[in-house]
């Protein structure tokens, strides 16, 4: 079984990258489920209505979010209702959604989790332990993939730490640069720090780098608006064995304007 995870997609370019490249790597690498994060698709904040449609036409299966779930109300239209669309897990529980999601593919359970930071984040998040042990004291998937959406590397690794050989895989997003270490872990959960970004490549992590440095040399308030420049897409493939339901084989996919796509 073939998966293919997509991190944080930014606005119209990012959008543009999609199009340009999603259903080229679906087919070369024959990929069965596909998960995106699309918290940041609607001009860098949040997923209007249109911008889910524009997903679900790639046969998205999962939709992860973060901390700009809530920006945009469309969500609150669809979010009780399109249930692979996840808030995360550790949100307090009186707010719409699901942060995890039972699927059958290919005869096996595959479980997806959404679970959010609170380093540098919402300080209102729960304990995402708590969290997730509550969530794997009944759980039964065969696979189950984690999406952390967090600032810091360190929260990141030690949750997959505290999970590893629990989980198929974690990777994390929000930062929207891919790191490059991707890997197993001693117990085979395999991880990656950031799949990165598919959206503009010279901005500031997607955004117009004017208001950017300008807010954070004055520390003014200042409007962000979507970067123009030109397209990255990024992504982390899994292959898992379908007997062990263990990741067999990982490997990120990183176009940028220097790196033109090549499949490996
Ligand atoms: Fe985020």
């Known amino acids: 079984m ?11 370019v990012g959008k543009e990258m999609i199009s340009l490249y999603l ?10 489920f596909l998960i995106i994060n699309g918290e940041n698709i609607s001009k860098g904040k949040g997923m209007s209505l249109s911008d889910y449609d524009f997903l679900k036409q790639y046969n998205t299966d999962v939709i992860t979010m973060g901390n700009h779930i809530w920006f945009r109300n469309d969500i609150l239209r669809y979010i009780k209702h399109n249930k692979e669309v996840l808030k995360p897990l550790n949100l307090p529980r009186y707010t719409p959604g ?13 479980r ?6 609170r380093v540098f984040m919402f300080d209102f998040a729960n304990n995402q332990f708590e969290a997730m042990d509550d969530l794997l004291e009944h759980d039964t998937s065969d696979i189950h ?4 959406h967090g600032e810091a590397t360190s929260e990141k690794i030690g949750f997959a730490k505290n999970y590893d050989g629990r989980l198929t895989a974690l990777y994390g997003t929000h930062t929207h640069v891919q790191t490059s270490d991707s890997r ?11 799949v990165g970004m598919t959206g503009p490549f010279d901005g500031i992590i997607g955004a117009d780098q004017e208001a950017v440095l300008h807010k954070m040399k004055t520390n003014m308030p200042a409007r962000f608006v979507q970067s123009n420049t030109e397209g990255q897409f990024n992504a982390w493939v899994l292959e898992i064995n379908e007997k062990t339901k263990k990741v067999s084989k990982h490997h990120t996919i990183s176009i940028t304007p220097q790196k033109k796509y090549e499949k490996q």
């Open 2 to 12: 073939n998966i293919l995870i997509i991190g944080d997609v930014y606005g119209d």
């Open 23 to 32: 259903n080229r790597i679906k087919e070369d690498y024959n990929i069965d």
């Open 98 to 110: 699901e942060g995890s999601i039972l699927f059958n593919v290919k005869g096996l359970k595959v």
């Open 112 to 117: 997806v989790t959404s679970i959010i930071g």
């Open 145 to 148: 993939i984690v999406d952390f």
């Open 184 to 194: 197993f872990l001693p117990e085979g959960t395999a991880f990656i720090c950031d």
